[in-house]
């Protein structure tokens, strides 16, 4: 039986000071579970100044839930709903558009003289059928409070969902498993099988998927009901991400995702015209709309 369905190489945007590598939504995969947008940013160090440039002016989003995870740095965040929180490594930080929200990502004020080192995660859930148009939410789950398997040379932490035993507190409005797994030198762990979709990302060091070696940055995609073991020889780091299959399909545009061509088109004449909401606290600049197609789906 083949373990791998699929193993997705991303596409990396060189930001000058840093690199995002996207592996979803791709032309040959477009969501795994709710997960329909997977960056990787980092790692990196940025210098003095005003620091991250990834999308820091405010911008909308629909029917979608952001997740962004980090494993160094910091990042401010604020939204329409006049949330401000600073992400740190760890915690889970989920914002659900549902309706129509606008947020800005910066680096923190305090360290603006300061090279800020930055490596971590942000994905998209797709919101399912019914609860596309939801009222938008945040909430910050802070590390100490997601559930930490720790089993001979593996750490786990649960972002999301209910793995090995345990359930993280982070709302999911779908079925969803996400977690960062930690492996010491020979340390191994099996990837439940009861999702309906998973993969796995190695961000850090080295990992095998029963002992077939995996490649930094890529997107494993496991076979549904396959029983599988991640271990690495010298150590390292993976994400595991999937959940539930959807049965309806998904439409992404710029940072607009949709079950539905015609809400997609009325966002984007939304934020034209300016009736998003603003953003306390960061009101002043905003991103425009991108002219003819936004480079969403990787090569």
């Given amino acids: 039986m083949t373990i791998i369905t699929q193993a997705i190489t991303p596409t990396t945007h060189d930001l000058g000071e840093f690199q995002v590598r996207r592996v979803l939504p791709s032309r040959h995969r477009r969501m795994v579970g709710p997960f329909i947008f997977v960056d990787e940013f980092g790692p990196a160090v940025l210098p003095e100044g005003d620091g991250m440039g990834i999308r820091p002016h405010p911008h909308p989003h629909i029917n979608l839930a952001t997740v962004t995870y980090l494993f160094e ?11 401000f929180q600073t992400i740190r490594p760890g915690a889970v930080n989920l914002m659900t558009a549902g309706r129509g929200i606008v947020h800005s ?6 360290m603006r003289d300061l090279p800020k080192p930055m490596f971590g995660m942000q ?9 596309e148009e939801m009222d938008p939410a945040f909430e910050n789950v802070a590390e100490a409070d997601l559930p930490l ?23 999911c409005h779908a079925e969803t498993i996400y977690a960062d797994i930690l492996l010491s030198a020979n340390g191994a762990i ?55 299959a959807f049965a309806s399909e998904r ?3 710029w940072n607009f995702v949709s079950s539905s061509k015609e809400r997609i ?27 003819g197609e936004p480079n969403t789906v990787t090569d």
């Fill in 73 to 83: 740095g910091a990042i401010d965040h604020r939204d329409s709903l006049g949330t």
């Fill in 105 to 110: 990502e910066r680096s923190p004020l305090e």
């Fill in 123 to 131: 994905t998209w859930l797709a919101l399912p059928d019914g609860k």
């Fill in 149 to 171: 398997i720790e089993d001979g040379g593996v750490k786990a932490r649960i972002i999301m969902g209910s793995l090995w035993g345990q359930t993280a507190p982070t709302t």
């Fill in 190 to 244: 099996p990837i439940d099988a009861e999702a309906d979709e998973r993969a796995v990302m190695l961000v850090d060091g080295d990992g095998a998927l029963d002992g077939v070696p995996l490649e930094k940055y890529l997107l494993y995609v496991i076979a549904p009901g396959a029983k599988v073991s991640l271990s690495s020889l010298s150590g390292g780091r993976a994400m595991l991400l999937g959940g539930e």
């Fill in 251 to 253: 439409h992404v545009w």
């Fill in 265 to 291: 088109e009325q966002a984007k004449a939304d934020w034209f015209e300016g009736r998003f909401p603003k953003v306390p606290g960061d009101p002043d600049e905003y991103i425009p709309l991108p002219e």
